[in-house]
């Protein structure tokens, strides 16, 4: 009995070259090895191609590496890779990369977070959060202003800096209106769910709060031209932690901060950790209400006040305060009350006098009694810090860092007789002081000066080291040395 014979599954395969069981896709070594006269990346990129789904039926042919050649590799990355390249080149080549393509262009919008807008149209218009989807911190106090377009006198104050006219005379009028700057905030509110800070000029309690609404992030404002009534719509910000009220300023324009704004603020922000006033009225109530309200307040910084007597004494509320500057201030407190009634901030760290006026010895002597725990006290350019008034520092009781800068009338012997009853006293800095001699340097001065962890010394520019200060071991102006007691 015969059987018939098996067939083998090999004979049974189609031996068609069109059979997809012997279909087989292209590999970059047999292509490379195939066209020697092709580089690495044409191989690279000619395998690609074939793999595709549209080029699986199209052979490949050496013709094919030439035009891959001029292709766009950068097409097969996603956006988030090739954005984690954009992120590794220097700022100088962003305006470069955004003229590459269109793509680029939007990619290198997305990586935009911080922008100073010009132009309020810009916004109004939806331009501005189609061109840079992601700004978290956006400026709008130039747009807020009328420019004068072809001047070439720029004007500036601190943040705001914009254009005017040779004839120009800077009212109210010239900035934009209200109902304009709130429907600018109603649109960077719809679009801007992730805006951390925002710096606007003249809005309103109803734009406020319908920036609140949809930005419920945020974190930093500054209001420029600030009222009460704009205070009522800041409690829907609940996340804020950082706040800047500028209310009146001269020759720029006018408005008011009273006790009753301060109060809200205080009570609709308590959870605020840096506070700022400038050009703001109010007194001993409106500071103690935010003193009490704002229990997590560890920066507070007033400057061009316009405060009543006896604001001064409010500052022992804080009870969580470790930074307190002054800037800019004419007055201090001409009528603080009764010392023996007055507190101190028992956290505070650190005094900052900028550019005030320090002739009032009875506010500065209030001043120095609240901030008698700090440890660091800075004084920059204030005029009237003779050494009747800088005497008054003895009330510190642990000052271990000293810094003056700009203190023309004090002299050395008024500083000899503050500075070594600081025990504690380990660094100081004394600089453009011109009245401190190094002549007058007593033994009693350079041995407290051999024992400082860092002295910086230079009062004028044609100080010198005496001999006595030399023989104390610093080796030159401003050096740092090191010596435990």
Not at 275 to 286: I, M, P
Not at 385 to 401: E, G, H, M, Q, W
Not at 447 to 473: C, I, N, V
Request: glycine share 6%; hydrophobic share 35%; aromatic share 6%.
């Amino acid at each position: 009995m015969t059987f018939p014979k098996t067939m083998s599954f090999r004979e049974k395969t189609p031996r068609s070259p069109k059979s997809p069981l012997r279909r087989r896709r292209s590999s970059w070594t047999s292509s490379w090895l195939n066209n020697s006269t092709t580089s690495f990346k044409q191989v690279v990129s000619a395998v690609m191609q074939s793999q595709s789904p549209r080029s699986i039926s199209k052979p490949q042919t050496p013709t094919d590496f030439e035009f891959s050649s001029n292709t766009d590799r950068t097409l097969s990355l996603p956006d988030s890779l090739l954005l984690k390249i954009l992120h590794k080149l220097p700022e100088s080549q962003n305006d470069d990369v955004s003229l590459v393509c269109k793509r680029w262009l939007n990619l290198q919008g997305r990586r935009i977070r911080t922008l100073r807008v010009l132009d309020l149209d810009f916004l109004l218009s939806g331009k501005l959060l189609s061109r840079f989807p992601k700004l978290t911190n956006v400026d709008l106090s130039n747009a807020c202003i009328y420019p004068s377009r072809n001047s070439a006198i720029l004007l500036s104050h601190k943040s705001i800096s914009f254009r005017v006219s040779s004839n120009w005379d800077f009212v109210e009028e010239n900035l934009l209106h209200s109902e304009t700057v709130d429907r600018g905030l109603r649109v960077l509110g719809r679009g801007s769910c992730d805006l951390l800070r925002l710096v606007v000029i003249n809005a309103t309690e109803m734009g406020l709060l319908g920036l609140a609404e949809q930005c419920c992030d945020l974190q930093e404002l500054e209001l420029h031209k600030c009222n009460d009534n704009l205070l009522r719509g800041i409690a829907a910000c609940e996340n804020l932690r950082a706040l800047r009220l500028v209310g009146s300023v001269d020759g720029l324009y006018t408005s008011s901060v009273s006790d009753i704004g301060l109060t809200i603020l205080a009570q609709g922000c308590k959870r605020l950790v840096k506070l700022e006033l400038s050009g703001c009225e109010g007194s001993f109530d409106g500071i103690r209400a935010i003193g009490q309200c704002c229990e997590l307040l560890e920066d507070f910084t007033v400057s061009h006040h316009r405060m009543d007597d006896g604001w001064i004494a409010a500052l022992s509320c804080f009870q969580s305060l470790k930074t307190l500057t002054i800037s800019s201030c004419p007055k201090m407190d001409s009528c603080p009350g009764p010392e023996e009634l007055l507190g101190s901030c028992p956290a505070l760290e650190s005094l900052q006098l900028k550019r005030c006026c320090l002739s009032d010895k009875d506010g500065l002597r209030a001043l120095f009694k609240v901030c008698d725990g700090a440890t660091t006290v800075l004084i920059q350019d204030c005029w009237g810090l003779d050494d009747d008034s800088f005497s008054l520092a003895k009330a510190f009781r642990r000052v271990r860092f000293l810094s003056l800068e700009g203190c023309s009338v004090l002299t050395t012997g008024g500083l000899e007789s503050v500075v070594l009853r600081w025990e504690e006293l380990e660094s100081m800095r004394v600089m453009s002081c011109k009245n401190i001699k190094d002549s007058e340097i007593s033994p009693a001065l350079s041995s407290l000066f051999s024992l400082l962890k860092e002295l910086t010394w230079r009062p004028d520019t044609r100080s010198h080291l005496s001999s006595r200060l030399q023989g104390a071991g610093i080796g030159k102006r401003g050096s740092k040395f090191f010596k435990k007691r």
